[in-house]
C-alpha cells in the first residue's frame, strides 16, 4: 500500500508520482484530495488528487517542491512507499449536467483540474482550457489535456509560449468575443482566482475555485483550514474545497496563507543544511 510505481518530473520542482492504494482509488472522485506524511515525525499536508483508476488500483499525485514537506516528498523514488495516505476527503466536484465550460488552470492547478476535465468531457460537455504559467518550461499536462477540449489555450508571464500575458486577458477575449459557458472553473494561485472571479462576476459567469488553505487534520476538527464565503466561516477540508469564487473572500485567505513564512523559512534552511550533511537535527 502506497508505494510509488512510477515517478515523472513535469517541470522544475514539479513532479508526479503514481501511487498503488487501491481503496482510494476506488472511492476518489474529481476535486477531492488525500492527506499525507511523509515520515513518522513529519507534517501532514493536503495533496488533490490529480487522476485515478480504479481498476489498476492507483491515484495521481502531482505537487511542487515549495517547502520542507514537499522537497522530502519529491526525493523519494520508484518502490519507496510513502508512510501515511489519508483519503478521499473532501466533497467531490459538482460536473453535472453541463454543457459548456471554460477551465482556467495556474501553475500546478492545471493538474489539479485534470480529473475535472476528463470527467466532464465522458458527460458531454464542450470544454475550452486556458492554462498559465510564468514561463514554457513550467507548462504542464498541455498534450495530455488536449484529447478532451475543444480549444487550448496558452498563456506566459514572458511570452515564451502562446500569449504574453496572464490567463484573463485570454479569459476576457473569450467572453467579449460572445462566448457562452455554463460555468467556469479556475484552479492556481490564489490571486489568480481572485482576479479570474473578478472577471467572471462582471460577466455574470458561475465561478468555482478550489481552496487550498494551512490545513492539518483535514476532517474539519482543527479548524486551521477555515476560510470566509458569502461572509459565513467555511471549512475547506469538509465544506470544500471548492466554493463559489464570487463569495470567497480571497484578501483573508491571502493573508492567512503568509502566516508562517517565517518559520516555513527556517525549515526550509534547516533541511538544506541537512542535506548537506551540515545539520543533524
Not at 522544475?12 to 488525500?34: H, S
Not at 499525485?61 to 512507499?81: A, C, H, N
Request: contains cysteine.
Amino acid at each position: 500500500m502506497n508505494e510509488i510505481i512510477e515517478k515523472r518530473v513535469l517541470a522544475p520542482a514539479i513532479k508526479l508520482f503514481k501511487i498503488q492504494n487501491p481503496l482510494i482509488a476506488k472511492k476518489a472522485r474529481p476535486g477531492q484530495f488525500v492527506i499525507l506524511r511523509v515520515h513518522d515525525k513529519g507534517e501532514r499536508i493536503p495533496l488533490t488528487v490529480a487522476d485515478f483508476d480504479p481498476e489498476k488500483g492507483t491515484i495521481t499525485l502531482i505537487f511542487q517542491e515549495v517547502g520542507k514537506t514537499t522537497t522530502l516528498l519529491g526525493l523519494l523514488e520508484e518502490g519507496d512507499r510513502i508512510l501515511d495516505l489519508v483519503g478521499p476527503l473532501g466533497k467531490p466536484t459538482d460536473l453535472e449536467n453541463l454543457q459548456r465550460v471554460v477551465v482556467i488552470g495556474g501553475g500546478l492547478g492545471t493538474a489539479l483540474v485534470f480529473s475535472q476535465v476528463k470527467e466532464m468531457h465522458r458527460n458531454g460537455a464542450k470544454l475550452d482550457v486556458i492554462i498559465g504559467a510564468r514561463t514554457a518550461e513550467l507548462i504542464i499536462l498541455e498534450e495530455e489535456i488536449r484529447p478532451y477540449c475543444e480549444k487550448v489555450f496558452i498563456a506566459t508571464d514572458d511570452g515564451s509560449k502562446g500569449h504574453k500575458g496572464f490567463v484573463t486577458d485570454l479569459l476576457k477575449r473569450l467572453l467579449d468575443e460572445g462566448n457562452r459557458y455554463d460555468r467556469a472553473i479556475a484552479v492556481g494561485p490564489l490571486i489568480m482566482m481572485k482576479v479570474v472571479s473578478n472577471l467572471t462576476k462582471e460577466y455574470g459567469l458561475p465561478t468555482i475555485v478550489s481552496m487550498n488553505p494551512i490545513m492539518i487534520d483535514g476532517t474539519g476538527m482543527c479548524g486551521g483550514c477555515r476560510l470566509t464565503v458569502g461572509g459565513e466561516t467555511k471549512f475547506a477540508c469538509v465544506d470544500g474545497p471548492e466554493f463559489d469564487g464570487h463569495l470567497v473572500d480571497f484578501d483573508e485567505v491571502i493573508k492567512r496563507t503568509g502566516m508562517y513564512r517565517e518559520q516555513e523559512k527556517i525549515a526550509m534552511d534547516l533541511l538544506r543544511a541537512s542535506l548537506r550533511g551540515e545539520y543533524s537535527g
